[in-house]
Nanobody
Framework: QVQLVESGGGLVQAGGSLRLSCAFSGRTFSSYAMGWFRQAPGKEREFVAAISRIGGSRDYAGSVAGRFAISRDGVKNTVVLQMDSLKPEDTAVYYC??????????????????WGQGTQVTVSS
């Protein structure tokens, strides 16, 4: 069983930065593609970013491309979402997710096998 624990959320002013981290345990980290999703109040959960199991490919939602960066550390078994130039519309609960697949990654939440509990990000204007 995979466990995912997010950290790093908080309150930040517009234009600021936050660094979210997700600690992976329970299985072999390199067997899983990793993704970040978010859910704002009253909205459905949406894709933010994903990275393949070895880190060779990445993808971002259009709304965060150029501002967010996803990376993974195979020694620490963590995946990081660096968020810069934050906007009030980035306010949401951010979730880390793991998908068992040999190549690439999915941008669909239903394809992910394991989820963290979420961390709140609030961006004030």
């Amino acid at each position: 069983q995979v466990q995912l624990v997010e950290s790093g959320g908080g309150l930040v002013q517009a234009g600021g930065s936050l660094r979210l981290s997700c600690a992976f345990s329970g299985r072999t980290f390199s067997s899983y593609a990793m993704g970040w999703f978010r859910q704002a109040p009253g909205k459905e959960r949406e894709f933010v970013a994903a990275i393949s199991r070895i880190g060779g490919s990445r993808d971002y939602a259009g709304s965060v491309a150029g501002r967010f960066a996803i990376s993974r550390d195979g020694v620490k078994n963590t995946v990081v979402l660096q968020m810069d130039s934050l906007k009030p519309e980035d306010t949401a609960v951010y979730y880390c997710a793991a998908e068992a697949r040999p190549y690439g990654f999915s941008t669909r939440e239903n394809d992910y096998d394991y989820w963290g509990q979420g961390t709140q990000v609030t961006v004030s204007s």
